[in-house]
């Protein structure tokens, strides 16, 4: 079995920044790639940022320049600069793990990230 634990959200005023982390643990698996999704309220789940196991990075462009995604062993970083109000959302770690040959998804818990203007 995979867990993912996040940690790092809050609430911070436009223009501040912040890191979420996210660590992934259990046995005998191999990550693929993780990322970032974010889902605010009355709005569908989107892609944040995504790392693969060879260290390529994708963005949403509404945060391209802003947030960077690292990833260090089990565990992957986003760290939020000059954040706005639109950002405000509950974020999800996710990883592409694979056991036994084949590839699962697995998400964290959520972490609510507020920011107020």
């Known amino acids: 079995q995979v867990q993912l634990v996040e940690s790092g959200g809050g609430l911070v005023q436009a223009g501040r920044s912040l890191r979420l982390s996210c660590a992934a643990s259990?046995?005998?698996?191999?990550?693929?790639?993780m990322g970032w999704y974010r889902e605010a309220p009355g709005k569908q789940r989107e892609l944040v940022a995504v790392?693969?196991?060879?260290?390529s990075t994708n963005y949403a462009d509404s945060v391209k320049g802003r947030f960077t995604i690292s990833k260090d062993k089990n565990t992957v970083l986003l760290q939020m600069n000059s954040l706005k109000p639109e950002d405000t959302a509950v974020y999800y770690c996710?990883?592409?793990?694979?056991?036994?040959?084949?590839?699962?998804?697995?998400w964290g818990q959520g972490t609510q990230v507020t920011v107020s203007s």
């Open positions: 790392i693969t196991s060879g260290g």
């Open positions: 259990g046995s005998a698996f191999t990550i693929n790639g």
């Open positions: 996710s990883a592409d793990i694979n056991l036994g040959g084949f590839t699962y998804r697995y």
